[in-house]
Structures are given as structure tokens and as C-alpha cells.
């Protein structure tokens, strides 16, 4: 049937321009206590106005809607604009009145996230907070951002800016993990030297590999190191010597058994973080390097926290997760339940990591951490860029009343000696704990 197009568009009985004059109007997107992260207002002449009421807080994780989307608008794009029921639907139709979307209720702490999201002020960066025994993702930050509602009249500006504002570091920023990545070696060293709790190293500042020279931070001289020491002392002598005896496949298959390159599922979209230790650079000094976090070595934040969420929970990783009910315009609830993603290491395994994690805090590179009544392990990492500051890093987990709460990891970018990741970490601890 070939008709005029113009026709059908004119023809005021047409379903298709009732559709156009009543339209759905998107649900909300909320954060774990009802609160609005994103609203719609209807205005007088019917359009449709979205309302970010956090500005550039969540914007990498409510994303915009309006010039394309992002974010979960994207993503969650079906369920907003989805109505109760298509007879009520039919009747709003019938009556010319708007159909009213479906709500999202994420698992997101606005306030927590309000107060990680200030401490970046001036600076770049991500914060990673979860739930090691849900997934529930409840601070996903990354900074510096930009306001949702400025995305349709500012994108020109948005887009141009250097700072990459539209960047979301959390899920797609790729950094060297430094330090933080001897979590990986000491699981390396678990599972490919037998006699691994007794290998010892003394370190005398540098470690001589290849033409390389690995010294180890601030000029440290470590001195006689065991394992626990090594770990929370960050000695990387230490580790780079136990890499170079490993060899680079005992980091590789390590690094990929506990899935560096997955997604697990996540709503948002990722970058895929990596250990390169391929064979055109088998020498002994790119897996030295490797094996501290330097090299070719590239991390999300995101995964960082989802391999500490597994250490957390006895090696079980659970499937991260942002949208915790849908609610729709009748009030029908449909909730997400915890979902297991997999096994990421044995329980012996995990436990092992968290002495050492231990240690760190207790008496090592993180032992300025404290907080009455939490439990905090941890790993810090320093990573050298060239031709920058270094970036920071903290990855670790609380424990109150011996059951596991937030697993936390922390980058600060090009942050040098000015602005460290650790007293990042000391402030979201006093602040959600106090
Ligand atoms: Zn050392």
C-alpha cells in the first residue's frame, strides 16, 4: 500500500500522531534511598524537560539523554519509558493523557558519592565503592565531569574540553596499576613456586634486570624481606625477582584466571584491562617490570575493585550491579537479587592475600589508615608515568564486626606527592563510618 507520505502525517486519526502528542514520560533514576538522580518535568506546553539534580556528580553513571544517551539512560533506556500495562497504557492513549515510565531505584549512596566526588576537586581520578557479599555498586565516580543538562546546549565545549570530561575513568580509564598489581604477582608466586612462603629477598634499593634498574620508592632500602614484609613494604626488588624467577606466563595465566579481561556483566561498558607480557618482550625486564605494576600492564579501576571484591568474599565474586528495583507507574516492584558471578580463587588463596592486605595496614605503606571499630586491608600503588606525576592508587576492603562491608579502590591521576590516594580513603571511611 503506497500512500502519500504527508497524507498519513496529516490525517488526524492516525495513531502515530497520537502517539507523537501522548507520549511516554520517562521514569526517574534514583539512588538507593529515593532520592533523584535524573527526573523528567512536564512542561506547560507538554515537552518534556530532564532534570539532573546532582549536576556532574553521576553523570558517567546516569549518563544524558538528549543528544543520543549515555550512562543508563542508555542502558536502562526500555525500562524508563516503560508503562504498567498496555490496557492502561491503550486508555492513557485514548484520553490524550501522557503514560508514565518506569522508575530505576539504584544501589548508588548519593551522599557518599557527593563527598568521594568533592574530594576531587582540581584533580582527575575514579572511586570504586561495592558490596563484596551483593555487587551492589554504591559509589561509581570519576572525575572531572560534566552536568547532564548542559550536554544538548554545551556538547561543543563538553567535548572539546582536554580534560576529557566525558571520559568515565571509573569503568574506561586504563592506568598502570603499579603496586596494586602485586596482589596479582603474590597469587602468581601462590600458585607457580611451591615453596613461595619462603622466599625471601634482601633489598638493598635496586634490582639490576637487563639495562633496567628497578628501585624501589623514595629511595627506600628494604633490607631483608619475607613475603608479608615485601607486600607491605610494597619492596619492588622483592617482587620483581620473584616475576623474573616466575617467569611472564606464571603472571599471564594468573592475571587471566582472574579474569583481567571480562566485563562481569556490568550494565555500564567497559574498557578491557590487560597483562601484556607477550613473547617478543619475554625478557627478563619487561617481566620484572610486569610484575610491578610498570610494563604494559593496563587496569580499569572497575576491575581492580571486582578482584578485591573477590578477595573480600573467600575468592566468590558477585555480579556487580546499579539497578536494585524497577518500579513502575502502578507501584509494581521488581527487585534484583544478588546474582553469583563466579569463583575468581580459592578461599585458601583469599585468605592468604588478606594477611598480607594485613600487614599493609597494620604496619606498612597504608598504616596510617585507622578508623575505631572497621577492619581496613589494603594495597597502595604508586605508578611512574612518563613525562607526568605519578597517579595513586588504593585498593582494599572494611570489615565491621568481622563481616565484610565496602570493598574501596581509589586512583588518583598524575596526583604525585601532592594528592595520594591512602588519605582519600581515610576521609571515606571517617565519613561513612562517623
Ligand atoms: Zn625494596
Redesign the pocket.
Known amino acids: 500500500m503506497l500512500v502519500d507520505q504527508e497524507e498519513i502525517s496529516a490525517n488526524a486519526y492516525n495513531p502515530r500522531l497520537n502517539e507523537e502528542k501522548v507520549n511516554v514520560i520517562r521514569g526517574a533514576i534514583l539512588d538507593s534511598a529515593g532520592d533523584s538522580l535524573a527526573y523528567t518535568e512536564v512542561l506547560d506546553d507538554g515537552s518534556q524537560q530532564r532534570i539532573y539534580p546532582y549536576g556532574e556528580v553521576f553523570a558517567h553513571v546516569t549518563g544524558y539523554v538528549g543528544r543520543g544517551m549515555a550512562g543508563l539512560e542508555l542502558a536502562a533506556n526500555d525500562t524508563l519509558l516503560k508503562a504498567p500495562d498496555f490496557l492502561d497504557t491503550l486508555q492513557s492513549w485514548a484520553n490524550e493523557e501522557a503514560v508514565q515510565g518506569s522508575n530505576i531505584r539504584t544501589t548508588l549512596n548519593s551522599s557518599l558519592q557527593q563527598f568521594v566526588y568533592e574530594r576531587f576537586s582540581g584533580y582527575k581520578g575514579a572511586v570504586v565503592i561495592t558490596e563484596p557479599s551483593t555487587g551492589k555498586v554504591r559509589v561509581l565516580m570519576s572525575s572531572p565531569s560534566y552536568d547532564p543538562a548542559d550536554v544538548i546546549d554545551n556538547w561543543d565545549n563538553i567535548a572539546a574540553n582536554e580534560d576529557s570530561p566525558l571520559y568515565a575513568r571509573a569503568t574506561q580509564g586504563l592506568y598502570p596499576p603499579g603496586s596494586t598489581f602485586k596482589l596479582i604477582t603474590a597469587l602468581a608466586m601462590m600458585r607457580a613456586m611451591p615453596d613461595y612462603e619462603n622466599y625471601t629477598?634482601v633489598?638493598?634499593?635496586?634490582?639490576e634486570v637487563g639495562n633496567n634498574s628497578i628501585?624501589?620508592?623514595g629511595g627506600?632500602?628494604?633490607?631483608y624481606?619475607t613475603l608479608e614484609d615485601?607486600f607491605a613494604?610494597?619492596?619492588?626488588?622483592?617482587f620483581a625477582s620473584a616475576a623474573v624467577q616466575m617467569g611472564g606466563d606464571a603472571l599471564r595465566e594468573t592475571a587471566e584466571y582472574l579474569n583481567i579481561s571480562e566485563s562481569f556483566d556490568f550494565i555500564l561498558p567497559q574498557s578491557e584491562s590487560s597483562v601484556v607480557v607477550s613473547s617478543e618482550y619475554e625478557a627478563d625486564s619487561m617481566v620484572a617490570q610486569t610484575g610491578i605494576g610498570q610494563g604494559e600492564t593496563q587496569m580499569t579501576p572497575f576491575y581492580l575493585n571486582m578482584l578485591t571484591c573477590s578477595i573480600a568474599n573467600g575468592g566468590v565474586l558477585y555480579t556487580p550491579y546499579l539497578i536494585d528495583q524497577t518500579i513502575d507507574a502502578s507501584g509494581a516492584v521488581e527487585k534484583t537479587l544478588p546474582k553469583l558471578w563466579g569463583t575468581m580463587m580459592s578461599a585458601a588463596e583469599a585468605t592468604y592475600l588478606e594477611n598480607l592486605m594485613t600487614g599493609v595496614v597494620q604496619y606498612g605503606t597504608a598504616s596510617s589508615l585507622y578508623h575505631e571499630g572497621v577492619s581496613i586491608y589494603g594495597k597502595t600503588g604508586t605508578a611512574q608515568i612518563d613525562g607526568g606525576e605519578d597517579h595513586s592508587w588504593f585498593t582494599g576492603y572494611t570489615k565491621v564486626n568481622g563481616q565484610v562491608d565496602l570493598a574501596i579502590t581509589v586512583l588518583v591521576e598524575n596526583g604525585g606527592s601532592e594528592k595520594r590516594a591512602a588519605p582519600i580513603v581515610q576521609q571515606i571511611i571517617d565519613y561513612y563510618y562517623s
Open positions: 629477598y633489598c638493598d634499593g635496586s634490582y628501585s624501589c620508592a627506600a632500602v628494604h633490607g624481606m615485601a613494604y610494597s619492596c619492588n626488588g622483592y
